[in-house]
């Protein structure tokens, strides 16, 4: 079954620090690139963060550039987003997602994915 499950949203204050996790339970997408989204409310999902299917190339959003982390543990299936200094404007839903193909890159590119968890929530306090 092919399913991505992400945890460990929740509150925190400004200047604090949160990790999600996506996990892969179908171990489906060991060769694929994925990458971390986020939709806050009325706005449009856009990309955060994407790692490629090996783990060595990550690219991020300018607005999370030197704040966020993501990598990605092939052996227990797992992708992680580590981020800190967080300020209230990354309230958000985050999604992760896999690659339509293998060997993938990592991209930022929303239309290249096409397999979703079903979010999680973050909000950051002021």
């Known amino acids: 079954q092919v399913r991505l499950v992400e945890s460990g949203g929740g509150l925190v204050q400004a200047g604090g620090s949160l990790t999600l996790s996506c996990v892969d339970s179908g171990r489906n997408f060991e060769y694929h690139g994925m990458a971390w989204f986020r939709q806050a409310p009325g706005k449009e999902r856009e990309a955060v963060a994407a790692v490629s299917w090996g783990g060595r190339r990550t690219l991020y959003a300018d607005a999370v550039k030197g704040r966020f982390t993501i990598s990605r543990h092939r052996a227990k299936n797992t992708m992680d987003l580590q981020m800190n200094n967080l300020k209230p404007e990354d309230t958000a839903v985050y999604y992760c997602?896999?690659?339509?193909?293998?060997?993938?890159?990592?991209?930022?590119?929303?239309?290249?994915?096409?397999?979703w968890g079903q979010g999680t929530q973050v909000t950051v306090s002021s």
């Open positions: 997602a896999a690659e339509e193909g293998v060997y993938g890159s990592g991209t930022l590119e929303e239309h290249l994915y096409t397999y």
